[in-house]
């Protein structure tokens, strides 16, 4: 079941903005791993370091154990999160 998909990097560090698909976007922050599915690419699992709600509430912001770059962040825009 789709819960989100990533929608843009955050910062240098790797965090993603996640555009929620859920009326309960706090599941993020309860959280250990995820399915994440990006544009052209396989499924992949990806462990959930932290998540928060952003400013505006209609974001998350996600970081990834896997994922520990602006660059590698970038290159999941578009993803499924799962």
């Known amino acids: 079941i ?3 998909e990533i929608v843009a990097a955050h910062g240098l ?3 993603v ?3 929620p698909h859920t009326d ?11 399915w994440v599915t990006p544009p052209g690419h396989s499924r992949r699992q ?3 370091r ?3 709600m952003h400013e505006t509430k209609l974001l998350v ?7 520990r770059s602006q660059y590698k962040a970038r290159s999941l825009v578009g993803a499924v999160i799962e």
Do not use: K
């Open 2 to 4: 789709a819960i989100g």
């Open 13 to 15: 560090d790797g965090d």
């Open 17 to 19: 903005r996640v555009q």
């Open 24 to 34: 309960f976007p706090e599941r993020f922050t309860h959280l250990d791993s995820v």
């Open 46 to 48: 990806y462990h959930v």
């Open 50 to 52: 932290r998540a928060r």
């Open 61 to 67: 912001i996600v970081r990834f154990e896997e994922v």
